[in-house]
């Protein structure tokens, strides 16, 4: 069989919060289901150093799907998730916090490399319609916690 081209996506935005707290937040997975409507469940099954496992059940319409984790956690610079599932692939998630001026840049990356034509498929509809609104999410979520004033960072 043919091996797939991975898919990609990427994006990057300013926030007006230090890089410690868009870190802290982003690295606080067990509360992404309050706030990111495909995560149905999130769950931290280890710990170890700089890296934690991770259950979740992420949900795309009626498809829901079981995604084992290993997060690795540089803080207050990055996060790298890696997750293998076997209908859509091995999963990188990287997220970057730059310290810019009082603000930070957050840099976004996702890469899927599905397991076939069909999970291909699958992973770029879920692509197009979630990973443009995850930044967004979590802005709206910084600002939900910690107000509008960064001063306060």
Do not use: K
Not at 97 to 102: D, E, I, L, T, Y
Not at 127 to 153: H, M, V
Request: contains cysteine; charged residues 20%; hydrophobic residues 45%.
């Amino acid at each position: 069989m043919q091996a797939m081209e991975p898919l990609r996506y990427a994006q990057s935005a300013h926030v007006p919060f230090a890089p410690e707290r868009m870190f802290d937040l982003v690295a606080d997975v067990e509360r992404y289901p309050e706030f990111l409507g495909e995560y149905r469940s999130v769950r931290i099954v280890g710990r170890s150093g700089d890296t934690c496992r991770v259950e979740q059940v992420v949900g795309f319409g009626p498809l829901d799907l079981a995604l084992d984790a290993v997060a690795t956690l540089q803080r207050p610079d990055s996060i790298v998730v890696h997750s293998n599932h076997a209908l859509l692939g091995e999963l990188v998630i990287a997220w970057a916090f730059v310290p810019a001026g009082s603000a930070t840049r957050i840099d976004f990356r996702l890469t899927l490399a599905p397991s076939s034509a069909f999970a291909a498929g699958i992973a770029g509809h879920v692509l197009g319609r979630y990973a443009p609104r995850t930044l967004q999410a979590f802005a709206e979520r910084a600002t939900q916690l910690y107000g509008r004033d960064a001063s306060a960072d």
